[in-house]
């Protein structure tokens, strides 16, 4: 029996690698803004020009990440039909 909610989960999990590999800043952006906001209770997070430390610019990283996702989401798929 071919479960839909597994098919959707696989769905979401490779649209989110595909943002990554190539939509990465408002990402990296999101990402960076949760960490800034956290940071800010510590001694160096504390103001507007900290910010930079927090938001990444390399995307290399993230598209890398976004890469491994698909392939994984790409076997998983073909395992899923194959079942």
């Known amino acids: 029996m071919f479960d839909v909610i597994a098919f959707l989960n696989l769905i979401i999990f490779i649209a989110c690698a595909l943002l990554l590999i190539f939509k990465p800043k408002p990402i990296i952006k999101f990402i960076g803004n949760i960490y800034w906001y956290m940071g ?16 990444g610019e ?26």
């Open 58 to 83: 390399n995307t290399f990283w993230f598209r890398t990440f976004g890469i491994i996702m698909l392939m994984i989401a790409i076997v998983s798929l073909f395992v899923q039909i194959n079942e």
């Open 40 to 55: 800010r209770f510590t001694a160096i997070g504390k103001s507007e020009k900290t910010k930079k430390y927090f938001i």
